[in-house]
């Protein structure tokens, strides 16, 4: 018996969590959206039963068609507040990155799901390329030895046409900038990979040619880990004249690799004292190709989503993970607002804390 699905936002990244939900053989009861158009256009384009019901209400769809599974992924300012309604309905959950823009609703998100045992998880589908997963085998074998540090490179190119196509984009309420959107994902990988516990967190943000949004196009951090490791983030949405990479680097005290490609999906380096493998080998074997930047990761994370429903566990990619990634962008925004280094946790913390900073800035 398939799972009752339903996905919230039919705009960018939806086709590939419904192209996901076709491929795990979901039952997709119904598509929201406010804009109808896009629910129309979304049942055309994915050849989708007449019957699929179309609702421009959230909540009217979650009582009527009390679906077992939902996909967030609307404007990441309403990540939260939908996600609390779908836990209360019942519903688990798969959401869209970031899983919210404030510490505060990251936390009774968790705290929520935990209290009525709902399943959510974050959708970083990135940890699912073939490439990562040979780095995170390395990583869990102690392959690297003592971990010293680590790179998170995202070099990319967002023009205004990209913005002008949903408002939402680039805004403090509804968004962040390119760290938080466009820069998370490997964030994320970054994070993990080093071990999840950071002490502390330098960083400097700034605003250099997209006048016409209100937060960063440009993030830069130095990152302590608790394991005396240390990383480095990039990340721009300035490169001209499109994107030109997204890498990760781990360097231990007994290997180096170098994941790159659109979305981390090719292994560029690959050394490790014990020569266990053959580097060549390792690059042919875990090279990936995807047609964009959202790669491969979506087909198998709904998969272990729905293992995880059905064995009463917790998925691969939890909430926990989500709002680490949220928490170090955050961090890197405090940081670069305060002028000095934060210390970690973080427990309030908000895009909204940053709302008008770039606003009196000249060109």
């Known amino acids: ?11 960018r990244i939806s086709p590939n969590h419904i192209a996901a939900a076709l491929e795990n053989k979901l039952d997709i009861v119904a598509l929201c959206d406010i804009d109808e158009s896009k629910l129309n256009s979304t049942v055309q384009n994915f050849n989708l039963p007449n019957e699929t019901k179309k609702y421009v209400d959230y909540k009217e769809m979650l ?43 990251a936390d009774l998100i968790i705290e929520k799901a935990n209290e009525k045992n709902i399943k959510v998880s974050a959708c970083h589908q990135n940890r699912f390329n073939k490439s990562v997963q040979k780095i995170r085998e390395a990583v869990e074998s102690d392959r690297f030895g003592r971990l010293m540090h680590g790179t998170a490179h995202i070099r990319w190119n967002r023009e205004e046409d990209y913005y002008t196509q949903a408002p939402w984009r680039g805004t403090w309420e509804q968004d962040g900038g390119a760290l938080m959107n466009q820069c998370i994902h490997n964030i994320d990988l970054l994070r993990w990979m080093m071990g999840d516990e950071i002490i502390e967190v330098v960083g400097m943000t700034d605003n250099l040619i997209h006048r016409f949004i209100d937060a960063e196009d ?58 266990l493998d053959d580097p060549e080998e390792v690059k042919e074997k875990y090279h990936e190709n ?27 990619v939890t909430a926990v993970d989500g709002r680490n990634a949220l928490e170090l962008v955050l961090a890197i925004y405090k940081s670069a607002a305060e002028g000095k280094s934060v210390r970690l946790p973080l427990y309030k913390c908000s895009t909204l804390d940053f709302k008008g900073r770039f606003d009196t800035k000249s060109v």
């Open 1 to 11: 018996m398939s799972l009752k699905y339903a996905i919230i936002g039919c705009g």
């Open 63 to 105: 009582d009527i068609e009390k679906p077992e599974l939902v996909a967030i992924c609307t404007e990441s300012g309403k990540h939260g507040q939908i996600a609390l309604h779908c836990i209360d309905s019942g519903a688990n959950l798969i959401i869209e990155k970031p899983i919210a823009l404030s510490l505060e609703e």
């Open 218 to 275: 440009l993030g830069m951090a130095l990152v302590k880990f608790s394991n005396g490791s240390y990383g480095i983030i990039e990340g721009t949405t300035n490169i001209y004249p499109k994107n030109l990479e997204e890498t990760l680097y781990i360097f231990g005290e007994k290997g180096t690799v170098k994941a790159g490609g659109k979305s981390v999906n090719l292994i560029e380096e690959w050394q490790f004292a014990d020569k």
């Open 290 to 316: 995807p047609p964009n930047v959202y790669g491969f990761g979506h087909n198998p994370l709904y998969a272990d989503v729905i293992d995880a429903i059905k064995k009463d566990r917790q998925p691969y």
